[in-house]
């Protein structure tokens, strides 16, 4: 299981009504080229521009880590023809984004398992993590043939393989093995396009993330879909599970949103 360098340190959230990390399940590119007749291609290219205004728009807001769905293991399963197109993408996305997110300062980690990726791609990710490993303004995560389900699966394996006696096994220690070791669970993911699913991903991660759903498909997804999200996040009072307290309940008053 090949892990991304360890995280740099960055920022804190601008405010405590910030989630400190946030996924994204990008969907709807498919529909976007459909409804406007042109290929399936088209409609990834341009969620691919649709990245860095997302990204720019949440460090703007003081949110520094953001991780995205580009590339499932289940997706394998669609046409050759899209799945290559898919992968040239990803490639040309590397080589021509990389300096400019260096300049930025952003850390470039992409987790997911490598070994279906071509040696191209994954010299290429090799060398876009080494040139930003050291950036602490914000960490891009990309999620590419990465499932959460085969995340949790070899990483026990793993565990197992270094002589972790799996009865003693805690939470820290199976969190500590997992590709995002090393920084905050995510307090939220957004999906765009309207489904009411997080299809596998960050599973272990995503507990007890707020999730925000939006019908606009993620090519027209830009800095107003994430205010909005954020605003709709900073409304959520966040319990994880215990009994929430009423305004006025004891001498704290009521209890503020929590930021994970």
Same mark, same amino acid.
């Given at each position: 299981?090949?892990?991304?360098?360890?995280?740099?340190?960055?920022? !804190?959230?601008?405010?405590?009504?910030?989630?400190?990390?946030?996924?994204?399940?990008?969907?709807?590119?498919?529909?976007? @080229? *459909?409804?406007?007749?042109?290929?399936?291609? #088209?409609?990834?290219?341009?969620?691919?521009?649709a990245?860095r205004?997302?990204? !720019? $728009?949440?460090?703007? $807001?003081?949110?520094?880590?953001?991780?995205?769905?580009?590339?499932?293991? =289940?997706?394998? /399963? *669609?046409?050759r023809? =899209?799945?290559?197109?898919?992968? *040239?993408?990803?490639?040309?996305?590397?080589?021509?984004?990389?300096?400019?997110?260096?300049?930025?300062?952003?850390?470039?980690?992409?987790?997911?398992?490598?070994?279906?990726l071509?040696?191209?791609l994954?010299?290429?990710? &090799?060398?876009?993590?080494?040139?930003?490993?050291?950036? +602490?303004?914000?960490?891009?995560?990309?999620?590419i043939?990465?499932?959460g389900?085969s !995340?949790?699966?070899?990483?026990?394996? =793993? %565990? $197992?393989?270094?002589?972790?006696? %799996? *009865?003693?096994?805690?939470?820290a220690?199976?969190s500590g093995a997992?590709?995002? @070791?090393?920084?905050?669970?995510?307090?939220l993911?957004?999906?765009? #396009?309207?489904?009411?699913?997080?299809?596998?991903?960050l %599973?272990w /991660?995503?507990?007890?993330?707020?999730?925000?759903?939006?019908?606009t498909?993620?090519?027209?997804?830009?800095?107003?879909?994430?205010?909005?999200a954020?605003?709709?996040?900073?409304?959520?009072?966040? +319990?994880f599970g215990?009994?929430?307290?009423? /305004?006025g309940?004891?001498? &704290?008053?009521?209890?503020?949103p /929590? $930021?994970?």
């Amino acid at each position: 299981m090949h892990r991304p360098p360890p995280p740099a340190a960055i920022p !804190e959230p601008a405010s405590p009504d910030l989630p400190r990390h946030i996924g994204i399940i990008m969907d709807g590119n498919g529909r976007w @080229a *459909r409804r406007r007749h042109l290929p399936r291609a #088209a409609g990834h290219r341009e969620g691919v521009r649709a990245i860095r205004q997302v990204m !720019e $728009a949440c460090n703007d $807001a003081g949110v520094h880590i953001l991780t995205l769905y580009a590339f499932s293991t =289940e997706n394998w /399963q *669609r046409p050759r023809g =899209e799945v290559i197109s898919l992968m *040239r993408l990803f490639e040309e996305t590397l080589a021509s984004e990389v300096d400019e997110l260096d300049a930025k300062g952003v850390q470039v980690r992409v987790i997911g398992d490598r070994s279906k990726l071509s040696p191209r791609l994954r010299a290429k990710v &090799g060398r876009a993590e080494a040139k930003t490993a050291a950036n +602490t303004t914000a960490i891009l995560n990309v999620a590419i043939n990465y499932g959460g389900r085969s !995340e949790l699966v070899e990483s026990i394996r =793993e %565990l $197992a393989a270094g002589g972790a006696d %799996l *009865r003693n096994v805690d939470e820290a220690t199976l969190s500590g093995a997992l590709y995002t @070791a090393g920084l905050p669970d995510p307090d939220l993911i957004i999906r765009t #396009a309207g489904e009411l699913r997080v299809s596998n991903f960050l %599973l272990w /991660q995503g507990a007890y993330a707020e999730l925000h759903v939006t019908e606009t498909l993620w090519p027209d997804f830009g800095p107003a879909d994430v205010g909005l999200a954020l605003r709709d996040f900073a409304s959520r009072r966040r +319990t994880f599970g215990q009994v929430a307290r009423a /305004q006025g309940d004891g001498a &704290g008053g009521a209890s503020a949103p /929590q $930021a994970g």
